[in-house]
């Protein structure tokens, strides 16, 4: 188990979009606080054209306010009535939301060391001397926007890395609770096998050997879907196509999760005329596909419900099959993401999430290996029936 949960952690790989994320393209966005109409005029004039995007504020709470448009640097002058430069820094550096947003503070000549030495200890991030020009400012601004990129990078990606870190956790539970059913078939059966070893005749035997090594090939087929996964992912999956008859594969199918099937007492049902089309598949992958929407379908239909397989022409050169169960059926929010890795299907009844969600994305991913596609149709209350498409092929059976 510890080694198939390593597995599963190996392959998993989330996209990591905040190290994706291309600042460069974003217009920065700049808040300019002057209490000073002429200044701000000023500026705005000396923007023009510029590659900024300017928001203006007259005074410190006005500022305030206008940190909630997601501002990317706030330029302030000092001395302003009510709230000024140094307590507006002070403010926003004490705020978690705003403390990394840089602030560059304007002072006067006269007052540069005093205001600088004052600026520094409420937090800002440079001061510019009044008058400047703007090539100045724009280079102060560039470099302070140049930290601001790297930190949103650096807050996205550890955001990222505990939203990982999180799914990893919440991965390995759902493993561990598919596998458990599984493996307490075959602690079971071990077990009677080892208590009632003088006293079981052949027949008892042989039945519960058989048993035991359907639940090994349930167990092998989970890690089968992952590795399988990873390859057909990274595009290194070979198929292995031939002609076959889709009733043998389903039958192969069947066989495999012959004992999930006889457990809920479900009744199994083919609708496969013996003169269907034949596929030009890779046979161990379909018969897989077919396991892994059979043991699904198991999963939501309640005791004594319903599994139906059937086949119906599609276009020409593909077969249309269908997996259909008398089961809770999947809520509509859920169809869209069914077939995503790791995204897992609320019981209708029992309110509760089931399986690691693996299954559906390996077939999904086998089919479209296949040149098919699969979609399914469900309503809450009324079954499901996942439908697939493969190609086919034209055999000559006559003797």
């Not at 305030?64 to 820094?89: Q, W």
């Not at 840089?102 to 006067?108: C, D, E, F, G, Y």
């Not at 009324?382 to 059976?397: K, V």
């Given at each position: 188990?510890?080694?198939?949960?390593?597995?599963?952690?190996?392959?998993f790989n989330p996209g990591n979009t905040a190290?994706?994320?291309?600042?460069?393209?974003?217009?920065?966005?700049?808040?300019?606080?002057?209490?000073?109409?002429?200044?701000?005029?000023?500026?705005?004039?000396?923007?023009?054209?510029?590659?900024?995007?300017?928001?203006?504020?007259?005074?410190?709470?006005?500022?305030?306010?206008k940190l909630a448009e997601d501002i990317d640097?706030?330029?302030?002058?000092?001395?302003?009535?009510?709230?000024?430069?140094?307590?507006?820094?002070?403010?926003?550096?004490?705020?978690?939301?705003?403390?990394?947003?840089?602030?560059?503070?304007?002072?006067?000549?006269?007052?540069?060391?005093?205001?600088?030495?004052?600026?520094?200890?409420?937090?800002?991030?440079?001061?510019?001397?009044?008058?400047?020009?703007?090539?100045?400012?724009?280079?102060?601004?560039?470099?302070?926007?140049?930290?601001?990129?790297?930190?949103?990078?650096?807050?996205?990606?550890?955001?990222?890395?505990?939203?990982?870190?999180?799914?990893?956790?919440?991965?390995?539970?759902?493993?561990?609770?598919?596998?458990?059913?599984?493996?307490?078939?075959?602690?079971?059966?071990?077990?009677?096998?080892?208590?009632?070893?003088?006293?079981?005749?052949?027949?008892?035997?042989?039945?519960?050997?058989?048993?035991?090594?359907?639940?090994?090939?349930?167990?092998?087929?989970?890690?089968?879907?992952?590795?399988?996964?990873?390859?057909?992912?990274?595009?290194?999956?070979?198929?292995?196509?031939?002609?076959?008859?889709?009733?043998?594969?389903?039958?192969?199918?069947?066989?495999?999760?012959?004992?999930?099937?006889?457990?809920?007492?479900?009744?199994?049902?083919?609708?496969?005329?013996?003169?269907?089309?034949?596929?030009?598949?890779?046979?161990?992958?379909?018969?897989?596909?077919?396991?892994?929407?059979?043991?699904?379908?198991?999963?939501?239909?309640?005791?004594?419900?319903?599994?139906?397989?059937?086949?119906?022409?599609?276009?020409?050169?593909?077969?249309?099959?269908?997996?259909?169960?008398?089961?809770?059926?999947?809520?509509?929010?859920?169809?869209?993401?069914?077939?995503?890795?790791f995204e897992q299907v609320r019981k209708h009844?029992?309110?509760?999430?089931?399986?690691?969600?693996?299954?559906?994305?390996?077939?999904?991913?086998?089919?479209?290996?296949?040149?098919?596609?699969?979609?399914?149709?469900?309503?809450?209350?009324?079954?499901?029936?996942?439908?697939?498409?493969?190609?086919?092929?034209?055999?000559?059976?006559?003797?």
């Amino acid at each position: 188990m510890i080694i198939y949960i390593y597995i599963i952690l190996m392959v998993f790989n989330p996209g990591n979009t905040a190290l994706q994320r291309r600042f460069s393209q974003v217009m920065p966005k700049i808040l300019i606080v002057d209490d000073n109409a002429n200044n701000r005029m000023l500026m705005e004039a000396m923007f023009d054209g510029a590659s900024y995007e300017t928001v203006f504020a007259s005074n410190g709470r006005e500022a305030l306010e206008k940190l909630a448009e997601d501002i990317d640097l706030v330029f302030s002058d000092v001395m302003m009535p009510d709230i000024n430069g140094f307590e507006l820094c002070q403010k926003i550096k004490e705020n978690p939301q705003t403390r990394h947003v840089p602030v560059i503070l304007v002072t006067a000549v006269k007052r540069k060391r005093e205001d600088m030495i004052r600026g520094l200890e409420t937090g800002a991030d440079d001061y510019i001397i009044r008058p400047f020009e703007f090539e100045e400012l724009d280079a102060k601004l560039r470099a302070q926007l140049r930290v601001k990129a790297l930190y949103d990078q650096l807050a996205a990606t550890n955001q990222e890395l505990v939203r990982s870190q999180k799914m990893k956790e919440e991965l390995t539970h759902m493993v561990v609770h598919d596998l458990r059913n599984p493996v307490s078939s075959l602690s079971s059966i071990f077990e009677m096998l080892a208590q009632m070893a003088d006293s079981l005749n052949q027949e008892t035997a042989l039945r519960l050997i058989n048993d035991g090594q359907h639940c090994a090939n349930l167990l092998l087929m989970m890690i089968s879907n992952i590795l399988d996964i990873h390859k057909m992912e990274e595009g290194a999956m070979e198929l292995s196509c031939r002609p076959h008859r889709i009733y043998d594969l389903v039958s192969d199918a069947a066989m495999q999760v012959r004992i999930l099937i006889n457990q809920k007492e479900i009744s199994f049902q083919t609708d496969i005329p013996y003169d269907a089309p034949f596929v030009q598949v890779d046979g161990d992958k379909l018969v897989r596909v077919f396991a892994n929407l059979i043991g699904n379908a198991v999963k939501f239909t309640p005791r004594r419900g319903m599994i139906h397989i059937s086949t119906h022409p599609h276009t020409e050169g593909w077969l249309r099959i269908s997996v259909s169960d008398s089961g809770a059926g999947i809520p509509k929010e859920d169809q869209a993401r069914i077939f995503d890795k790791f995204e897992q299907v609320r019981k209708h009844q029992e309110n509760q999430f089931v399986s690691s969600g693996l299954g559906l994305t390996f077939c999904k991913l086998a089919v479209e290996a296949h040149g098919g596609r699969i979609w399914v149709e469900s309503q809450e209350g009324q079954g499901s029936t996942f439908h697939f498409t493969l190609p086919t092929i034209q055999i000559d059976t006559a003797p």
